[in-house]
């Protein structure tokens, strides 16, 4: 979460992946991969990020079913719309995917004008991908 210019709390980047289960070994793929050790995270008192703390500036609040985390919840909300909106279903073979797309177009959401321009500078700064290297499977 962010703060704007007139002090208003908001959704900042987003990232997603699929775990095995709620443990804290799970949770810490993706603390390691996107979190900061120097940030402050909120979270929820799950019992899964209290051995995060020995590593992590990590506060728990109570969830309160969400009354605590509304800007995530909206998002989640968004994302199972998405889902069911567009795709009807995913598949877990897959799902990395469908969470990656669905990050791509949320961390782009205020960018939507320019994005064009941006696709097409990637795509000329870009080496060619050769069909063959592509894995469809």
């Not at 979460?1 to 804290?24: H, Q, W």
């Not at 929820?44 to 969400?66: A, T, V």
């Not at 941006?118 to 469809?136: A, D, G, Q, R, V």
Request: glycine fraction near 6%.
């Amino acid at each position: 979460m962010v703060r704007d210019k007139k002090g208003s709390t908001k959704a900042g980047r987003m990232y997603a992946l699929p775990i095995e289960n709620y443990s804290s070994k799970e949770l810490k793929k993706m603390f390691d991969t996107h979190i900061s050790k120097q940030a402050n995270v909120v979270t929820d008192k799950w019992s899964g990020y209290s051995p995060l703390k020995k590593e992590f500036n990590i506060e728990q609040i109570k969830s309160d079913s969400g009354a605590n985390f509304p800007i995530l919840h909206a998002i989640i909300m968004n994302l199972k719309g998405w889902i069911r909106g567009i795709h009807h279903s995913i598949t877990e073979r897959h799902l990395s995917k469908y969470l990656n797309e669905f990050c791509f177009r949320f961390n782009r959401r205020n960018f939507i004008d320019g994005m064009h321009n941006f696709i097409l500078k990637k795509m000329t700064i870009s080496k060619p991908i050769l069909i063959k290297s592509i894995n469809c499977s």
